[in-house]
C-alpha cells in the first residue's frame, strides 16, 4: 500500500529544524506549540521512528529526522516549484543580494538552499555587508536586494518609515557573554564587537557612554562568525539579535534595557526590473 507524507507535517518539521526548537517555530507555523508537537507525533507515528530530541534547550534532529529533513526539503521544493509552474512563475536569472550578518546567521544557509531548490533557474549571488552600507548603498545598483538591520527608538518605532520598505521580522537585544566568562577585578567591562562601521556597535557604544558605564574594546572581528569565536573564547560581552545569539552564550544581566531590533528590505531603486520585484516577493515570503 503506498503510503503518502503530509506536506504540512513536512514543513513543520524543516521550520523546527531551522528555528531550533517548538517554542520559536510556533510561530513561523502560524500554531500553538502543542499543535506543533502534535504534527511531530503525527509523523513520528507513521515513520515508526523518534524524529527529534526535545530538552530544555531546544529540540535537536535524530539521524532518523536529519534523512526525513533531507527528503522533506526536496519534497517541499517541488510541490512549490509545481506550483508555480502551473502559476507560470518561473523565475530565471542572476540576482544579487546583500544581507546584513545578524540575519539568522544559523539558518540563514537552509534557507538560501531552500531558495535555491525551488527557483532551479535563480542564479543568487550573495554579499553579506554592514546594515549601515547596505543601507547607503541601495540606490548605486552594486546589488540588487538588500536586507538590512535597524536598532528601534525607544519608543518601539522604527527610524525608516519607508511604505515601499518590507519589514520582515523584529528580534529582542540582548546582553550576552559566555558562560565561561567573569568580569574583571577592575570593573571596566570587556567588549567584543564588530568594526565602527556596523551600526550595532555604535549603539553599544553611545548606550554604555549615556549611561556611564566604563568599559574596553577587547576584540573587534570582522564578521559574525569572528564575534562568536572570540564570545566562545570568554573574551568579552556584546550586544545581539536573539536570533545571532550562539550556543553556549547566556544573558549578561545588570546593564541598560535595549530596544528591539527590525530586519527589512530596503526600498526598491527607480525602475527596478520585474524579475527583481518578484524575487523580493518571494524573498520576503521565505525570511519572514
Not at 537585544?173 to 570587556?190: H, I, N, R, Y
Not at 545581539?240 to 530586519?263: H, K, Q, R, W, Y
Request: hydrophobic fraction near 45%.
Amino acid at each position: 500500500m503506498t503510503r503518502l507524507f503530509d506536506l504540512d507535517l513536512l514543513n513543520a518539521l524543516v521550520v523546527i529544524a531551522e528555528a531550533g526548537s517548538l517554542s520559536a517555530a510556533a510561530p513561523l507555523l502560524c500554531r500553538s506549540q502543542s499543535a506543533v508537537s502534535e504534527q511531530v507525533r503525527k509523523l513520528e507515528a507513521m515513520c515508526g521512528l523518534t524524529l527529534l530530541n526535545r530538552g530544555k534547550t531546544g529540540a535537536s534532529l535524530t539521524p532518523a529526522g536529519e534523512r526525513l529533513v533531507g527528503h522533506a526539503r526536496e519534497l517541499l521544493a517541488l510541490s512549490n516549484l509545481a506550483y508555480r509552474d502551473m502559476l507560470g512563475a518561473q523565475l530565471a536569472g542572476d540576482l544579487r543580494i546583500a544581507i546584513t550578518d545578524y540575519f539568522r546567521p544559523r539558518a540563514l544557509p537552509a534557507i538560501l538552499r531552500r531558495i535555491r531548490d525551488e527557483f532551479p533557474r535563480l542564479r543568487l549571488h550573495v554579499s553579506i555587508r554592514k546594515s549601515a552600507v547596505i543601507e547607503e548603498e541601495a540606490a548605486l545598483g552594486d546589488f540588487d536586494i538588500g536586507l538590512s538591520m535597524t536598532v528601534m527608538d525607544k519608543e518601539g518605532e522604527s527610524s525608516k518609515a519607508d511604505d515601499q520598505r518590507i519589514r520582515l521580522r523584529r528580534e529582542p537585544l540582548v546582553w550576552v557573554a559566555d558562560k565561561s566568562f567573569t568580569m574583571p577585578e577592575s570593573g571596566v567591562l570587556p567588549l567584543v564587537v564588530l568594526p565602527d562601521s556596523c551600526s550595532l556597535q555604535r549603539f553599544i557604544i553611545k548606550t554604555l557612554s549615556e549611561h556611564d558605564i566604563a568599559y574596553a574594546i577587547e576584540h573587534s572581528a570582522s564578521g559574525i562568525g569572528g564575534l562568536h569565536l572570540a564570545l566562545a573564547a570568554g573574551l568579552g560581552v556584546t550586544c545581539l539579535n536573539a536570533s545571532a545569539i550562539p550556543e553556549g552564550a547566556v544573558p549578561f544581566t545588570g546593564f541598560p534595557t535595549l530596544p528591539d531590533v527590525e530586519f527589512s528590505l530596503v526600498p526598491p531603486r527607480v525602475g527596478e526590473l520585474s524579475i527583481i520585484s518578484d524575487v523580493r516577493r518571494m524573498l520576503a515570503e521565505q525570511l519572514s
